[in-house]
C-alpha cells in the first residue's frame, strides 16, 4: 500500500525566529507560550500532523510543554524529542503513557542520538557517536517491549537493565497501539535503528539521486523515511529568491562565527556534511535545495525555496524514491505554514 504525504512542523522557532543565529549566553529557554499556541493552532488549520518539541539546554523541557499545548488544540500532535542519556526507558515510557493520557493519545515520540558532545557533557552525558546509537538501541528495545504490552519487562544491556518491569499507566490512543517512533540522523546507525525500532528515519535532505541508496536499508524494512528541511515557497520562484535572500541580508560575521563554532564541536555526520555544503561556492544542491542560510542559522536552515508549484513538484520527486514525510521549519514560521497550506498543499492533493 503506498504511504501518504504527511507534513510536521518544529515548534522550537516560535516566539524567536532567529534563536540559531544567538550565541548560547543569547537565547533563552523562556519563550513565548502565546507564540507557540498561536503555531499550534495554525498547524491544526493547516493539515500540519504534529509539532516537533525539540530538546536541549536552550529550550523549555518538551514534556511539560506538550501538556501545556495540549490542553488548549484539539487535533494537533506532539512529536516529543527525547535523548536516551537523559532517561531510563522505563521512566520515559511512564511520562509519554500520561502525556497521551492528558491529550488523548496525540503524541508521537522523535529519539536523537545528539549532535553536540559539549552540550550532551551539560547532562553528564560523556559517550561518543557510536556508543549513543549502542544505547539507543537498547532504549527503544526497553520501550517498545512495554507497548507492546506483553507481560513484565526484563532486559540486560550494556546500558540498562531492566528487571519485572510494569508501568501501570498505559499509552492511551485510538488505535490501541503505542506512540509512532521517529529517529533522526543521516548515519548508517541511525538508518539501521529506525530500520529496526522505529517508524520512521528523520534526515536531512540532498539531491534524490544521492539520498536513494541511503535509505533503501529503511525502505526495504517497511520503515519510512522523511526530510528534516526549511521552506521558503512563493507564488513564483523568483518571489521566493527574494524571500531567501532577505532572510539572510539580516545577519553578518558573528551569527556566522557562532555556527562556526558550534558544528565544529558537532560529531553528527549529517551536520558536517550539509555544513561543509554551505561553504561551496554555489548555495544550490539542486534547483530549488538551497544552503544560503546554513551559516547564519544553522544546518536545519537548508530550505526547499521555490514557487508553489517547484515546491509540490520537489515534494514528489522525492515521493518517487520514498521520502514520504517532511518537518518543515520557516520565518516567520506562520506566514510560510500559510503559503504552503494554501499554496503547496492544494498542488498535492490526490498525489
Same mark, same amino acid.
Given at each position: 500500500?503506498e504511504?501518504?504525504?504527511?507534513?510536521?512542523?518544529?515548534l522550537?522557532?516560535?516566539g524567536?525566529?532567529?534563536?540559531?543565529?544567538?550565541s548560547?549566553?543569547?537565547q533563552s529557554?523562556?519563550?513565548?507560550?502565546e507564540?507557540q499556541l498561536?503555531?499550534?493552532?495554525?498547524?491544526?488549520?493547516?493539515?500540519?500532523?504534529?509539532?516537533?518539541m525539540?530538546?536541549?539546554?536552550g529550550?523549555? #523541557?518538551?514534556m511539560?510543554?506538550?501538556?501545556?499545548?495540549?490542553?488548549k488544540t484539539?487535533k494537533i500532535?506532539?512529536?516529543?524529542a527525547?535523548?536516551? &542519556?537523559?532517561?531510563?526507558?522505563s521512566?520515559?515510557?511512564?511520562?509519554?503513557?500520561?502525556?497521551s493520557?492528558?491529550?488523548?493519545?496525540?503524541?508521537?515520540?522523535?529519539?536523537v542520538?545528539?549532535?553536540?558532545?559539549?552540550?550532551?557533557?551539560?547532562y553528564?552525558?560523556?559517550?561518543?557517536?557510536?556508543?549513543?546509537?549502542?544505547?539507543?538501541?537498547?532504549?527503544?528495545t526497553?520501550?517498545n517491549?512495554f507497548? =507492546?504490552? #506483553? &507481560?513484565e519487562?526484563?532486559?540486560?544491556?550494556?546500558f540498562?537493565?531492566i528487571?519485572k &518491569?510494569?508501568?501501570?499507566?498505559?499509552?492511551?490512543?485510538?488505535?490501541?497501539?503505542?506512540?509512532?517512533?521517529?529517529?533522526?540522523?543521516?548515519?548508517?546507525?541511525?538508518?539501521?535503528?529506525?530500520? =529496526?525500532?522505529?517508524?520512521?528515519?528523520?534526515?536531512?535532505?540532498?539531491?534524490?539521486?544521492n539520498?536513494k541508496?541511503?535509505?533503501?536499508?529503511?525502505?526495504?524494512?517497511?520503515?519510512?523515511?522523511g526530510?528534516?528541511v526549511?521552506?521558503?515557497?512563493?507564488?513564483?520562484q523568483a518571489?521566493?529568491?527574494?524571500?531567501?535572500q532577505a532572510?539572510?541580508?539580516?545577519?553578518?560575521?558573528?551569527s556566522r562565527?557562532i555556527?562556526?563554532?558550534f558544528?565544529?564541536?558537532s560529531?553528527?555526520?549529517?551536520?558536517?556534511?550539509?555544513?561543509?555544503w554551505s561553504?561551496?561556492?554555489?548555495?544550490w544542491?539542486?534547483p530549488?535545495?538551497?544552503?544560503?542560510a546554513?551559516?547564519?542559522l544553522?544546518?536545519?536552515s537548508?530550505a526547499?525555496?521555490g514557487?508553489y508549484?517547484?515546491?509540490? =513538484?520537489?515534494?514528489?520527486?522525492?515521493?518517487?524514491?520514498?521520502?514520504?514525510?517532511?518537518?518543515?521549519? &520557516?520565518?516567520?514560521?506562520?506566514?510560510?505554514?500559510?503559503?504552503?497550506?494554501?499554496g503547496?498543499?492544494?498542488?498535492l492533493?490526490?498525489?
Amino acid at each position: 500500500m503506498e504511504k501518504q504525504l504527511r507534513f510536521h512542523w518544529s515548534l522550537s522557532q516560535a516566539g524567536d525566529n532567529f534563536r540559531r543565529s544567538k550565541s548560547s549566553e543569547e537565547q533563552s529557554g523562556i519563550l513565548s507560550s502565546e507564540a507557540q499556541l498561536a503555531l499550534c493552532q495554525q498547524a491544526e488549520k493547516s493539515g500540519i500532523d504534529s509539532m516537533l518539541m525539540a530538546v536541549g539546554s536552550g529550550r523549555p #523541557d518538551p514534556m511539560m510543554l506538550s501538556v501545556m499545548l495540549g490542553q488548549k488544540t484539539e487535533k494537533i500532535k506532539f512529536l516529543v524529542a527525547v535523548r536516551p &542519556g537523559l532517561f531510563s526507558p522505563s521512566f520515559f515510557v511512564q511520562q509519554i503513557n500520561t502525556l497521551s493520557c492528558l491529550v488523548n493519545g496525540r503524541v508521537h515520540v522523535n529519539l536523537v542520538s545528539g549532535r553536540s558532545p559539549q552540550e550532551l557533557r551539560y547532562y553528564g552525558d560523556f559517550l561518543n557517536h557510536t556508543q549513543r546509537y549502542h544505547r539507543a538501541t537498547e532504549f527503544l528495545t526497553i520501550c517498545n517491549a512495554f507497548w =507492546q504490552g #506483553d &507481560g513484565e519487562v526484563n532486559f540486560t544491556g550494556d546500558f540498562y537493565q531492566i528487571e519485572k &518491569g510494569q508501568i501501570k499507566t498505559p499509552f492511551m490512543s485510538p488505535d490501541g497501539r503505542g506512540p509512532e517512533i521517529f529517529v533522526g540522523g543521516n548515519s548508517l546507525e541511525a538508518a539501521n535503528l529506525a530500520s =529496526q525500532h522505529a517508524d520512521c528515519l528523520w534526515r536531512f535532505p540532498d539531491s534524490p539521486e544521492n539520498i536513494k541508496p541511503q535509505i533503501e536499508v529503511v525502505l526495504d524494512s517497511g520503515k519510512e523515511v522523511g526530510l528534516v528541511v526549511a521552506l521558503i515557497t512563493r507564488p513564483t520562484q523568483a518571489e521566493a529568491e527574494a524571500a531567501a535572500q532577505a532572510l539572510i541580508a539580516r545577519f553578518g560575521d558573528k551569527s556566522r562565527k557562532i555556527n562556526q563554532r558550534f558544528y565544529q564541536q558537532s560529531d553528527s555526520e549529517g551536520f558536517q556534511k550539509v555544513f561543509a555544503w554551505s561553504e561551496e561556492e554555489s548555495p544550490w544542491i539542486t534547483p530549488y535545495l538551497w544552503t544560503g542560510a546554513v551559516p547564519y542559522l544553522g544546518v536545519p536552515s537548508i530550505a526547499l525555496v521555490g514557487s508553489y508549484e517547484n515546491i509540490a =513538484q520537489a515534494i514528489m520527486d522525492y515521493k518517487s524514491i520514498g521520502i514520504t514525510q517532511y518537518l518543515f521549519l &520557516g520565518w516567520p514560521d506562520i506566514e510560510e505554514m500559510t503559503h504552503f497550506s494554501e499554496g503547496v498543499v492544494p498542488l498535492l492533493a490526490g498525489k
